[in-house]
């Protein structure tokens, strides 16, 4: 089984999105972990407690540098974890579909 680490880059106002994409990963079996670079959005400490998981890593920026930035920094994170096999990058308002990460995986292998 693969264990699959998710990298998403969030700023702004988007929060309706970003939960979409978060409450979509967490049901996949293959993630592991989400990192969530948050390039000065307005999300706060509670709207990642609301999940109720340690699966996510929230990585809080300053301000915004930018999405070339967001994915370096978490990409290093993910590569950093003994546990991670395999790296997601998702846009934060990229839901994927059921079923999505098992045919990329299939293919994959």
């Given at each position: ?84 096999e395999?790296i ?22």
């Open positions: 089984m693969s264990n699959v680490c998710v990298v998403t880059v969030t700023y702004g106002d988007r929060e309706r999105f970003l939960s979409q994409v978060l409450i979509a990963c967490l049901k996949e079996k293959h993630i592991k972990k989400i990192i969530v670079v948050d390039n000065d959005s307005t999300c706060n400490q509670n709207f990642f407690d609301s999940f109720n998981t340690d699966k996510i890593k929230w990585l809080r920026l300053k301000e915004n540098t930018g999405s070339a930035n967001g994915y370096k920094i978490g990409i290093k994170k993910a590569y950093e974890d003994s546990k991670c395999l997601w990058l998702l846009d934060d308002d990229n839901v994927p579909n059921p079923k999505c990460l098992d045919k990329l995986l299939a293919q994959y292998k």
